[in-house]
Nanobody, 124 residues
């Protein structure tokens, strides 16, 4: 079964950090760009950032610049979203997605596979 499985969400205090994981099952992430998205209650889903197959980062959201970054581990067939200096407005369900191709494109392009989402809550 081809799927992405996310983990790592939870409750964190403002200023804290979390790392989300996105593990691929049934296919290899090598040739896929990985996008990270989030959806807060009552809001539309927004793109956060994208990591290309070679590790280049494209930021989709100005609000996370300098705080969020992404990485990928070929051996683990997993991508990661590292979130630092978290703020209450970062509270959302976070999704990873994989798109065939080596480079990142805009957040509105179609992705081939989506994770199930993981809840991140930033609150004191």
């Amino acid at each position: 079964q081809l799927q992405l499985v996310e983990s790592g969400g939870g409750l964190v205090q403002p200023g804290g950090s979390l790392r989300l994981s996105c593990a691929a099952s049934g296919f290899f992430l090598d040739h896929y760009a990985i996008g990270w998205f989030r959806q807060a209650p009552g809001k539309e889903r927004e793109g956060v950032l994208c990591i290309s197959s070679s590790g280049g980062i494209t930021n989709y959201a100005d609000s996370v610049k300098g705080r969020f970054t992404a990485s990928r581990d070929r051996a683990e067939n997993t991508a990661y979203l590292q979130m630092n200096s978290l703020k209450p407005e970062d509270t959302a369900v976070y999704y990873c997605a994989a798109r065939w191709g080596f480079i990142c494109q805009g957040p509105g392009v179609a992705y081939d596979y989506w994770g199930q989402g993981t809840q991140v809550t930033v609150s004191s």
